[in-house]
């Protein structure tokens, strides 16, 4: 049974950091595009950044762009998400997803999440 399992997320001042990391079991991590998705309460569930399977290709949120910075160790099955300059918006549930072939940021696409991880960033 495929298994993605977020961990680092936690609790922050304004302009502090985190480092989140999603491990994959039973899954050909390389064959994958996987991403970083958030849901804040009332609000839909957002692509922040994906990464294509060689990793060569990473678009992200416009929200995000220039703070965040995804990456993935195929090796590991391992994929992180280096969040710096965070700021309360940015609080939320962050889940880690995969699907096979290529990234995108839409949330229906994707075939496999994790059970997400709450980052909460204080004013």
């Known amino acids: 049974e495929v298994q993605l399992v977020e961990s680092g997320g936690g609790s922050v001042q304004s302009g502090g950091s985190l480092r989140l990391s999603c491990v994959g079991s039973?899954?050909?991590?390389?064959?994958?595009?996987v991403g970083w998705f958030r849901q804040a309460p009332g609000k839909v569930r957002e692509g922040i950044a994906v990464?294509?399977?060689?990793?060569?290709?990473?678009p992200y949120a416009d929200s995000v762009k220039g703070r965040f910075t995804i990456s993935r160790d195929n090796a590991k099955k391992t994929m992180y998400l280096q969040m710096n300059s965070l700021k309360p918006e940015d609080t939320a549930v962050y889940y880690c997803?995969?699907?096979?072939?290529?990234?995108?940021?839409?949330?229906?696409?994707?075939?496999?999440w994790g059970q997400g991880t709450q980052v909460t960033v204080s004013s």
């Open positions: 990464i294509s399977q060689s990793g060569d290709d990473t």
């Open positions: 039973d899954i050909s991590f390389g064959e994958y595009g």
């Open positions: 997803a995969a699907k096979l072939l290529l990234a995108t940021t839409q949330p229906k696409r994707y075939q496999y």
